[in-house]
């Protein structure tokens, strides 16, 4: 089972929600590319925030004092012999839309790689090592690929 919310805390977000929405439909598409566990009740929040709310939550529970694009928190409960995950995925337009025109990028397409990234993180996929790194790397090019879009690191 998997219940998906979305909240909109910045300005920013509010004319994106509809194709937000479109998007992450399209991704969880990919479940079994995305590792989700049937046997897994998932509760995912996407969260659109602005750069001082993600500063905010990265140095508190990052110890990082700095904007990012993407912050993604998982807890794992039991409750009646059931796995539960409940997931905060934040966001932060600008700093995306400033990356996306960095990188010669569209926003859609920038976010659409940052939530393929966010849902691997939720499923254990970890970027510590050089070789969790490549292995990741290959998983998001090959769903970001099915989806009809380009390697997000050769562009």
């Known amino acids: 089972m998997m219940k998906l919310n979305f909240f909109v805390k910045s300005n920013n977000w509010s004319r994106r929600l509809s194709r937000i929405k479109i998007i992450t439909s399209k991704v969880i598409k990919n479940k079994e590319n995305l590792n989700f566990d049937t046997k897994i009740d998932y509760y995912l929040n996407i969260i659109l925030v602005n750069d001082q709310e993600i500063k905010k939550l990265n140095f508190k529970y990052k110890n990082i004092?700095?904007?990012t694009d993407v912050l993604t928190f998982v807890s794992e409960h039991k409750q009646n012999n059931v796995k539960n995950k409940y997931?905060?995925?934040?966001?932060?337009?600008?700093?995306?839309?400033?990356?996306?025109?960095?990188?010669?990028?569209n926003f859609y397409d920038h976010f659409t790689h940052l939530l393929v990234h966010s849902f691997l993180h939720i499923n254990g996929y970890m970027h510590n090592s050089l070789k969790d790194y490549v292995k990741m790397q290959k998983n998001?090019?090959?769903?970001?690929?099915?989806m009809g879009l380009e390697n997000p690191y050769s562009i």
Not at 140 to 146: D, G, P
Request: charged residues 30%; aromatic residues 6%; hydrophobic residues 35%.
């Open 140 to 146: 998001e090019i090959a769903i970001l690929n099915s």
């Open 87 to 105: 997931c905060d995925i934040f966001f932060s337009g600008k700093t995306i839309k400033i990356d996306s025109k960095k990188n010669n990028n």
């Open 65 to 67: 004092n700095k904007v």
